[in-house]
Nanobody, 115 residues
Framework: QVQLVESGGGFVQPGESLRVSCTASGSISNIPVMGWYREAPPGKQREYVASITAGGSPVYADSVKDRFTISREYNALHLQMNSLKPEDTAVYYC??????????WGPGTQVTVSS
């Protein structure tokens, strides 16, 4: 089963940019839809952020539309985050969006936006 590991998080000020990535242990090319979720504060239900089809069609939550850009590669998923706001502070996770359910969750990557 594919394992997912997120990376790239950090501490930034409001208005700055950050790119987080998700590396899979194998190919994700055969996974029709991959997505990003975030959890803030820890323990709260994870919130959908964005998703992308194998063909490259993206969908975004209203809260991040026009600020975030999702992309995917053979074995990786990326999220370019611009114009970051304090409310974007969260642990970010990637996973598939599939009727059979989620893959095992990775460790996530912490993004903190604060002045």
């Amino acid at each position: 089963q594919v394992q997912l590991v997120e990376s790239g998080g950090g501490f930034v000020q409001p208005g700055e940019s950050l790119r987080v990535s998700c590396t899979a242990s194998g190919s994700i090319s055969n996974i029709p839809v991959m997505g990003w979720y975030r959890e803030a504060p820890p323990g709260k239900q994870r919130e959908y952020v964005a998703s992308i089809t194998a063909g490259g069609s993206p969908v975004y939550a209203d809260s991040v539309k026009d600020r975030f850009t999702i992309s995917r590669e053979y074995n990786a998923l990326h999220l370019q985050m611009n114009s970051l706001k304090p409310e974007d502070t969260a642990v970010y996770y990637c996973n598939r969006i599939h009727p059979e359910g989620f893959l095992p969750w990775g460790p996530g990557t912490q993004v903190t936006v604060s002045s």
